[in-house]
């Protein structure tokens, strides 16, 4: 199945859904960091949340990104996403093994932390990005982006993101879903959608089973007037390019980048989201300061 964004409206709009199914680009982020299990779960639970937010940007060059920092062994969890949930992210230390929780599950919230902040930034090409921060409340990722939701951009939210990895550590199934409460939403669609999420399957239990974006809304809110508006595709991509990296090196300045020819006779730049290497030899260094 091709990964891929459901959105929809439910209950005459009072209610907006969205659902991803982002398996082939979780494995890939696997493949490209040789992330641990608990560190594929983590990286993306985050990669699926922002495939899904990015989809609520208004213009087609804004971008958001996610960062994560819990007191947990894994340290940073950053993720960026274009306006077309074109998505790449890295988390700080991939390698991290921990004993399974209580219910046999990997422990995310202890890999993450519970102590700690939640960051999303979107940059809508404005002098100054909007910032969101809020401290996390459990570390399982999901939870505290709804915090964020609610108390960032006040609208109540549920968030379900899950990935499925097999005992070869490679992904068997990711994806998640948002559904938000629109304002003007009556006690009864309130009500509805607390009872239909408290007794709604695993997101990684009903991905396992072959439902796609828009089976796993039905299931959700078909009783409701579902109504899907678009389907639309999510994949991981990385932006980085020799260019790019030049432009880095500029930034350091002349003193650091002579610094580098002098003593290195060269430099090594790698890329945080996709571990592409650049390679620049003294004379390109000494060439960027002329």
């Given at each position: 199945m091709e990964d891929h964004i459901v959105r929809a409206t439910v209950a005459d709009g009072y209610i907006r859904a969205f659902a991803a199914v982002t398996t082939n680009l979780v494995q890939e982020a696997?493949?490209?960091?040789?992330?641990?299990?608990?560190?594929?779960?983590?990286?993306?639970?985050?990669?699926?949340?922002?495939?899904?937010?990015?989809?609520?940007?208004?213009?087609?060059?804004?971008?958001?990104?996610?960062?994560?920092?819990?007191?947990?062994?894994?340290?940073?969890?950053?993720?960026?996403?274009?306006?077309f949930s074109n998505v790449r992210g890295y988390v700080n230390n991939p390698k991290v093994y921990l004993?399974?929780?209580p219910a046999g599950k990997f422990d995310v919230a202890v890999a993450v932390g519970r102590n700690g902040y939640l960051n999303v930034i979107k940059d809508m090409g404005l002098k100054e990005p909007y910032i969101g921060y809020v401290k996390l409340v459990s570390g399982e990722i999901g939870e505290d982006l709804a915090y964020y939701f609610a108390s960032s951009e006040q609208v109540p939210t549920?968030?379900?993101v899950g990935v499925l990895v097999g005992p070869d550590e490679n992904v068997?199934?990711?994806?998640?879903?948002?559904?938000?409460?629109?304002?003007?939403?009556?006690?009864?669609?309130?009500?509805?959608?607390?009872?239909?999420?408290?007794?709604?399957?695993?997101?990684?239990?009903?991905?396992?089973?072959?439902?796609?974006?828009?089976?796993?809304l039905e299931s959700l809110l078909g009783e409701k007037g579902l109504q899907v508006t678009d389907t639309l595709p999510?994949?991981?991509?990385?932006?980085?390019?020799?260019?790019?990296?030049?432009?880095?090196?500029?930034?350091?300045?002349?003193?650091?980048?002579?610094?580098?020819?002098?003593?290195q006779h060269g430099a090594e730049l790698q890329c945080h989201f996709c571990n592409n290497k650049y390679y620049f030899t003294e004379e390109e260094l000494r060439a960027l300061v002329e």
């Open positions: 696997h493949m490209i960091h040789e992330t641990s299990g608990v560190a594929t779960v983590a990286l993306g639970r985050t990669l699926t949340a922002a495939a899904v937010m990015a989809r609520m940007l208004k213009n087609e060059k804004d971008v958001m990104t996610i960062q994560i920092r819990g007191d947990g062994p894994l340290g940073l969890i950053v993720v960026v996403s274009d306006a004993p399974l929780n549920v968030v379900s068997l199934a990711a994806g998640g879903y948002i559904i938000q409460l629109m304002p003007g939403a009556d006690e009864e669609i309130i009500e509805y959608l607390e009872e239909k999420v408290l007794l709604a399957d695993s997101i990684t239990y009903m991905l396992s089973t072959g439902m796609d974006g828009a089976a796993v999510c994949r991981y991509q990385c932006t980085c390019s020799r260019d790019r990296m030049e432009r880095n090196l500029v930034s350091l300045g002349a003193e650091e980048i002579v610094k580098m020819a002098d003593e």
